[in-house]
């Protein structure tokens, strides 16, 4: 006796890619957001617990196993990111009005400026600048310390941390929750 087939209705069949592509998107972006969250926790942790902690070193073999998963699923996160993307801008394309015609290369790269400078995300990116710029002098400083705990690897590590603790903070409370809101908000 065979069991017949029933044919799975097409509005299904996109439901259920749908939603397996939002799962393997926002566990890329979740991944993404714990290894933003781990960098904030490694430094408040490292200098209220101490360097040798065990909650600190349980700490970072979860953030390595989610690191390895990390590595395989965030570039299937950013292609399916981009195709839906490009899904929206198509259907946005078609409602579009035009717009008048901007003239002169300065007029462009003014338009250009003004649109990044208003978006949010860009606005984080540029404040996370100025951490990473602490972070490189931060190690600098403690590359040319001479001698093990001394007044300059001191503040090499307090640069560092500083910086660690700012990007991760931008990347973890600004950034990503602005970029999954905009996917969560995508027509496609």
């Not at 029933?6 to 926002?26: D, E, M």
């Not at 933003?36 to 953030?63: I, K, N, W």
């Not at 035009?98 to 250009?112: D, H, L, M, W």
């Amino acid at each position: 006796m065979s069991v017949a087939e029933v044919a799975i209705p097409a509005s299904a069949r996109r439901f259920a890619a749908v939603a397996a592509a939002n799962t393997l998107i926002y566990a890329g972006y979740a991944l993404l957001w714990f290894g933003s969250a781990y960098g904030v926790f490694m430094v408040v942790g490292r200098r209220a617990l101490g360097e040798g902690s065990p909650v600190l070193s349980a700490a970072t073999t979860v953030a390595l196993y989610a690191l390895r998963v990390c590595i395989f699923l965030l570039p299937v996160s950013l292609l399916l990111v981009t195709a839906r993307s490009v899904a929206s801008l198509s259907n946005k394309a078609k409602e579009h009005t035009k717009e008048p015609a901007v003239k002169g290369t300065r007029q462009i790269f003014r338009k250009v400026v003004r649109e990044m400078l208003q978006d949010a995300v860009m606005v984080g990116l540029l404040a996370t600048f100025p951490f990473l710029l602490l972070l490189g002098a931060g190690s600098l400083v403690m590359g040319m310390s001479p001698v093990k705990e001394s007044q300059r690897e001191i503040i090499g590590s307090i640069l560092v941390d500083v910086g660690i603790l700012g990007a991760n903070a931008m990347h973890c409370f600004v950034i990503l929750p602005i970029t999954i809101l905009r996917i969560w908000r995508m027509k496609y």
